[in-house]
């Protein structure tokens, strides 16, 4: 179940100019209840601070359902999401994306665990959150957040959400050996 815009890298393409603060909204966007996966292809258009990907969240940093986000020109991608009282992070550190395409797939499943993978590369993993994950009906962003995180410079496609974990073959397939794969 899910949100789906546009399609794939070279072809219905959402170009993000952060200077004109461009992103897509979807008001009340029901929660996933700590259960979901996001899978999206980008390419940045240069070095950028901190922007975010997809968003979710009714207050940073604790009441967050999602956020998926670079954390600068270092190029540290990452997964955060939080219990309403405290907040975990997974990091795939030292990631320079370039101006190439790349596919981030983020999730949490019933470990209460973030997770995140850079295109095929490995899974990295942040702590087990204590309660029960944050979800609640607020707006999605993507290509920017509500506050504290800037605004994407760059593109992105095939933004997918599912109310569950993707096995580690199904992100595999979603890869597709750099040619993705498209619903």
């Known amino acids: 179940s899910g949100f789906t815009a546009p399609d794939e890298p070279g072809t219905n393409v959402a170009t993000f100019v952060a200077a004109s603060s461009q992103n897509f909204t979807r008001a009340s966007f ?3 209840s700590g259960i979901y996966t996001w899978s999206f292809w980008f ?3 240069s070095s950028v601070d901190t922007v975010a990907y997809v968003a979710k969240w009714g207050g940073f940093p604790n009441s967050v359902e ?27 550190s030292g990631y320079d994306a370039g101006l190439t395409w790349h ?10 665990i973030p ?4 295109d095929d590369g490995a899974v990295n993993d942040g702590t087990a959150l204590a ?6 009906s607020q707006t999605l962003y993507i290509g920017s957040g509500p506050s504290v995180v800037g ?8 933004y997918n959400v599912w109310s569950r974990a993707l096995t ?12 993705g794969l498209f619903y």
Do not use: C, F, V
Request: glycine fraction near 16%; charged fraction near 15%; aromatic fraction near 8%.
């Open 131 to 136: 309660g029960t994950p944050y979800s609640a």
């Open 30 to 32: 029901a929660g996933l």
């Open 168 to 179: 580690s073959g199904e992100r595999t397939d979603l890869y597709a050996s750099g040619d």
């Open 66 to 92: 999602y956020l998926i986000y670079n954390t600068g020109a270092g190029g540290n991608l990452q997964h955060h999401t939080s219990d309403g009282s405290a907040s975990k992070t997974a990091t795939a």
């Open 103 to 112: 596919l981030i797939t983020a999730w949490m499943d019933s470990d209460k």
């Open 115 to 118: 997770h995140i993978q850079i």
């Open 151 to 158: 605004y994407h410079n760059g593109n992105g496609s095939g």
């Open 43 to 45: 390419k940045r258009a």
